[in-house]
């Protein structure tokens, strides 16, 4: 495996042989095919990059490799992703100011390489959930492009029928966006529980910002996961501004990956790519193998807390530039794929026109979508319907029906025989004292025939043997022996709900 050293030494011996036979042919092409330069040719196998000063450990003995190996497949993969995710997010905020997109609306741009660094380690059994800025996780956890930015400008093509918009996308093993602060991390703690319960050896990605990081509730998914040994990861994409406060405000305590107290933490400089993959796999086996772990992603946002931010007023525009200029992620790793000669600068420049014109082409067409027919508003309500008619609803009798009726165009009822007379209201109330009712007597009814049958199975049996003839009884009810001459139990404590004998 070659250094980098080594291959910056090659690479200008090459130049130099190449300039010597310039040279020597005197500025003249010197093939057939007119052409006096050999092709340059890409690395197939890894190249290893060292790693420097992205991460910080807390309770851990080690942390995550700082070498780490990068294959030509890998760097344009991931390097695609980020690129498209950044577009996406750019067709978005054009749209929003076109006003084909309304409320609520949280971009991601610049901590892209938080989202890819991720989802390049995480498997098809592991699940993620995270907060309302949500579109590059929903992106790369398998929401198409056409699906995503549907979804958030309402049509029916979107990957929730457009009824859910920017902070409620779904996916397999995507639990979505949330826009309760907070409120994703102890769902995420019971997704981790699934996994444990089900054995699939599966691990839950947790996502929060710094600014919920302060919620109680946090704090309480953490207690859970410790005391069950939960495989889940909890993440603080700390972009250094909850809403337009920034951390120094906010946290009395902003290292954020030292939260969890008793579980161990990791710092992870969340601009880096390849930082955040080999986190990701380090936390990913401890997770399986020793339970939660807390990561802190530092990376920073362009964008304000949402489209109704500009995100000046709590900032400076020359600080967004100077971390445009000195961290972005896509441009950083851009410098790392050309240092490690794993592609060229026209081969990147060929990606960033092709995801811009694809994106651009899909925003045109979604556009000529349409929003889902009234007939949907009372769709899916309930996920197995066992009732015609929708609850609480005054005024109107809205029958309840599938989303997948509605898809092929023939809306109909849900089928009687998957239907069932359940009682609602009051009388689910009534129902429901009638049959603790009913459980209580047969209860005490089982009891008393116990104890009658106990009380036949348990007389004395006479012994004739041990008896003289002439102490035998003439009849049988001068052979049972007066209640109050049994002189074990009349010492016994009399029993509740026995009368006192005269």
């Known amino acids: 495996m070659m250094s980098t050293a080594k291959r910056v030494c090659k690479s200008r011996r090459y130049l130099l042989q190449i300039q010597l036979l310039y040279n020597l042919t005197g500025g003249k092409k010197c093939s057939p095919l007119g052409i006096w330069w050999r092709p340059r040719r890409f690395s197939s196998g890894c190249s290893t990059l060292t790693l420097k000063n992205t991460f910080k450990c807390y309770e851990l003995e080690k942390g995550p490799p700082m070498d780490v190996e990068l294959s030509r497949e890998d760097a344009l993969k991931m390097y695609t992703q980020m690129v498209e995710v950044r577009r996406i997010e750019v067709v978005c905020n054009n749209l929003y100011k076109a006003k084909h997109i309304r409320g609520f609306c949280h971009l991601y741009n610049g901590q892209e390489a938080v989202a890819v660094g991720m989802c390049a380690v995480l498997q098809k059994k592991d699940s993620v959930i995270t907060a309302y800025r949500a579109h590059a996780w929903t992106y790369l956890m398998g929401v198409s492009a056409y699906g995503l930015i549907a979804e958030l400008v309402g049509v029916k093509t979107g990957c929730s029928r457009g009824k ?40 839950c990605v947790a996502l929060y910002g710094d600014g919920a990081s302060n919620q109680g509730q946090v704090f309480e998914a953490y207690n859970m996961a410790k005391l069950w040994g939960l495989p889940c990861i909890f993440v603080c994409e700390n972009n250094h501004y909850g809403m337009g406060t920034s951390v120094d405000r906010h946290a009395a305590l902003t290292d954020f990956y030292m939260r969890g107290q008793y579980i161990p933490g990791l710092w992870v400089d969340g601009n880096q790519v390849l930082a955040v993959r080999s986190a990701t796999q380090f936390a990913v086996e401890h997770a399986r193998n020793c339970g939660p772990i807390v990561l802190e992603m530092s990376t920073y946002r362009y964008e304000g807390h949402s489209m109704s931010d500009p995100g000046t007023a709590y900032r400076s525009r020359d600080e967004v530039k100077t971390i445009r200029s000195k961290r972005d992620p896509i441009e950083s790793f851009r410098k790392q794929i050309l240092q490690l000669c794993l592609a060229d600068e026209e081969e990147l420049k060929k990606i960033d026109a092709k995801v811009r014109k694809d994106l651009q082409a899909i925003s045109k067409k979604i556009l000529t979508d349409r929003e889902v027919g009234l007939d949907e508003l009372v769709a899916d309500i309930y996920s197995k319907n066992l009732e015609p ?19 092929f165009g023939k809306s109909r009822r849900t089928p009687a025989s998957e239907m069932k007379d359940v009682p609602i209201g009051d009388a689910a109330f009534v129902a429901a004292q009638k049959k603790a009712s009913e459980e209580s007597k047969a209860r005490k009814a089982a009891a008393a025939a116990a104890k009658g049958k106990d009380g036949k199975d348990g007389k004395p049996a006479s012994d004739d043997k041990g008896k003289d003839k002439d102490a035998e009884p003439k009849d049988a009810k001068a052979a049972e022996p007066p209640k109050a001459a049994a002189p074990p139990k009349a010492l016994a404590p009399p029993k509740s709900g026995d009368k006192p004998k005269s």
């Not at 769902?187 to 981790?192: D, K, M, Y």
């Open 389 to 407: 008619s929708i609850r609480g609803v005054s005024g109107f009798n809205l029958k309840h029906k599938n989303v997948a009726d509605v898809c």
């Open 164 to 203: 859910g918009g920017s902070m409620h996308t779904y996916g397999d093993n995507f639990y979505g966006g949330n826009g309760i602060v907070g409120a994703q991390v102890p769902l995420g703690a019971g997704i981790a529980l699934a996994h444990r319960y089900k054995g699939d050896g599966g691990v």
